[in-house]
């Protein structure tokens, strides 16, 4: 059968593969090595996932949900929400986030309001930009539940060039944390909650919340004494686990369940 087995597309090496959803999964960068690609394995061969469009918006008046169909006020711009993004704040307040969007039309502007069935919800931050990966990386995945159940599993990734994202058969969201080289190298989904690696520094997102990386929603961070290079998950006890933290030369354990007991005991130490 090795024959049926066709190549995934582009140059150089496969950059990640990953199994979700009973589907295969793999990253490459394209011919002209200017962009990564996701791709899913089909009946028909390779087939290039599309990865949306995003619109960032910086204020908010009402909840926007996932399948809506938005529009500009001012631009007549319009979109389908695959999925709504609330990275600060409350819906029906001050917030920030993202429309990931399956389609849409037209151009949104700058301080525009965007409607749902001619009510105003949010406003544009700016033009929605088409979602794209920049070549290299690894890209190191996890497949987990924040909500609980098999309904809200989804895939986590990290590759060390692109932003952190979730993704869920459908829609790709970017994982924003505020760092300011935002590009984690690895991924674990721990405790309900996400986690990610920046060279020596382990970052955890709220609880059930991994697009929300705030100190009031219980995101944090733990440091090491040298770059981490794997997340794994151990038994930490008959009742709970615990996460094994890999550095360049030593091997930590995290113990507890939120930031408030959180232990980070070294295990071993040496080369």
């Known amino acids: ?83 709504a993004v609330l990275r600060t704040g409350v819906w029906t307040g001050v917030g920030t986030g993202t429309l990931v969007l399956s389609a849409t039309a037209g151009v949104f502007v700058v301080g525009e309001n965007v409607r749902v069935g001619g009510v105003n919800k949010v406003i544009a931050a700016g033009a929605a930009a088409a979602q794209t990966l920049l070549p290299g990386g690894r890209v190191d995945t996890d497949v987990g539940a924040m909500s609980g159940g098999l309904v809200g599993t989804k895939l986590y990734g990290a590759d060390g060039v692109n932003m952190g994202f979730e993704f869920d058969g459908t829609s790709y969201v970017k994982i924003k944390t505020g760092m300011a080289t935002d590009v984690p190298l690895r991924v674990k989904v721990h405790k309900n909650r996400l986690f990610l690696s920046f060279n020596a520094s382990l970052q955890f997102s709220g609880s059930g919340t991994p697009y929300v990386w705030t100190v009031l929603t219980g995101a944090g961070e733990l440091s090491l004494n040298n770059p981490i ?25 995290l113990y507890g369940n939120d930031a408030t007991t959180w232990q980070l005991a070294t295990y071993n130490q040496g080369f």
């Open 229 to 253: 290079t794997a997340l794994l998950t151990l038994p930490g006890s008959d009742l709970t686990a615990a996460l094994g933290v890999y550095s360049e030369n030593s091997t930590s354990v």
């Open 1 to 83: 059968y090795r024959s049926d087995i066709t190549t995934v597309p582009g140059s150089g090496a496969v950059r990640g593969v990953a199994y979700y959803g009973n589907n295969l999964y793999a990253w490459r960068d394209n011919v002209g090595a200017t962009e990564m690609v996701m791709h899913k394995a089909t009946t028909s061969g390779w087939t290039a996932v599309a990865l949306g469009f995003a619109l960032d918006f910086t204020a908010t008046g009402g909840q926007v949900f996932d399948g809506d169909a938005i529009v500009g006020l001012t631009s007549g711009a319009t979109g389908t929400v695959s999925r």
